[in-house]
């Protein structure tokens, strides 16, 4: 995977987390997924954004050997790369708390890396051309 793959990557978990926030509107409190097929709905959708970002942290992760993420050691990859592992195998235990608490407390972090993690991308593409 080159810097422009990478940077593919990087572009859909900065979608991605857009998303969850915007699907974040309404909810205030980890009951509000509970409240109403609307909640559920929102919790599902977040659910597979997260499943995504995951995802594409995976693909960063195996083709830079690790190296890539642990400049920004900031966010817990390991973490991030197992809670797509979870959803996707054992969606079940989607649990609106945590959901609920991971975008309160992981997302903006999450956002800001990867907005640096871009930025350096970016520069180093420019520095190699």
């Known amino acids: 995977m080159n810097d422009r793959q990478i940077a ?3 572009d859909r978990i900065a979608e991605y987390v857009d998303r969850i926030e915007r699907y974040f509107a309404g909810i205030e409190s980890p ?3 509970l409240a109403s097929v609307d909640g559920n709905k929102t919790l599902d959708a977040i659910g ?5 970002v995951g ?9 830079t050997e690790g190296k890539f993420l642990e400049k920004f050691p900031e966010i817990d990859w ?12 054992h969606y079940e235990k989607l649990d609106h708390e945590i ?4 975008r309160s407390h992981h997302i903006q972090p999450l956002r800001r890396a990867i907005e640096r993690m871009r930025k350096e ?6 520095s190699s051309a």
């Open 55 to 63: 995802e594409a942290v995976k693909r960063i992760d195996k083709v």
């Open 99 to 102: 959901v609920f608490h991971v």
């Open 31 to 33: 009951e509000g997924f």
């Open 121 to 126: 991308t970016s520069d180093t593409g420019e």
């Open 48 to 52: 597979m954004m997260l499943v995504s």
């Open 8 to 10: 593919g990557n990087l």
């Open 78 to 89: 390991r973490g991030v790369m197992r809670t797509r592992d979870i959803l996707t195998h």
